[in-house]
DNA sequence: TGTATCAAGTTACGAATGGTAACCAGATAC
DNA sequence: GTATCTGGTTACCATTCGTAACTTGATACA
């Protein structure tokens, strides 16, 4: 989300990862996909966000420009966030690391699990 | 690199993005995509990264299968790092992602210029 | 025989980050 | 005047990151 270390200042893929490799950004970015959404309710429906944790999300997609905030005035006011074109065009090149995800997540769980099976066992530790 | 939270359970891009999103495990996928390579020689190709940086991001890249460890009987003892096909495949579905980050790294550099103006300015705070 | 070096790590520890729970502010409804 | 709705912020704790120092086992050198 923030710079990590000074290694990141040439890397464009390090630049998109620290803002898509957070736990919620993705989760947030696939919501906006399918419309506006308010901040309450996309609180609701981000399983497991805290409040604090979808303000600093948004702020951060908003400050790189993915995501767009409108704020209604009403009584209470109401803010709307959408994705704005460069937020859809980054959701559309997800999908290729989601389907390779999707294809594979069965290996890397089989990886997972045989690699801590052979750990467990004393004898074939290094 | 680990589950964050229980959100993750069902998801496989967050399953994947936990193991790329974090600031290394790229940046050493792209040095053995290019060959094996042993500890001490990633060490000093990756700009940066400290021992026990390396040393965690492999191990977790050898538990998903991504990378294979080999020590060879030598004194002192060598251990080469190599990519599985399961970790060339994840690569090759990162560079969809790094094609995007290339393409926008400069539309996204400029909002976040434009969103730290527009804050700076006291006037036109919230 | 003792010292230095090299490989590939591990350990200990302080700093930064992530996450939860509680609080806040303004307005309206009851 | 109390409760509730909105969209947050603050304080604080737990986890993770990152650096520096140490380890192990073998070989080379003197």
Chains 1, 2 share one sequence.
């Not at 460069?86 to 594979?104: E, P, R």
Request: some cysteine; charged content about 20%; glycine content about 4%.
């Amino acid at each position: 989300m923030a710079p990590r270390n000074p290694v990141n200042h040439a890397c464009p893929i390090r630049d998109v990862l620290d803002r898509v490799g957070d736990a919620w950004s993705v989760l947030v970015l696939s919501e906006l996909a399918k419309g506006p959404c308010r901040f309450n309710a996309l609180l609701r429906v981000v399983n497991g966000i805290s409040q604090r944790m979808l303000s600093v999300t948004l702020r951060t997609l908003e400050r790189d420009g993915m995501v767009s905030r409108r704020v209604l005035p009403l009584a209470p006011p109401q803010v709307e966030y959408a994705l704005t074109d460069l937020g859809q065009s980054l959701f559309a090149s997800l999908s290729a690391l989601k389907d390779w995800a999707t294809a594979h997540q069965p290996s890397v769980r089989a990886a997972r699990s045989s690699y801590d099976a052979r750990m467990a066992q004393p004898s074939a530790a290094a």
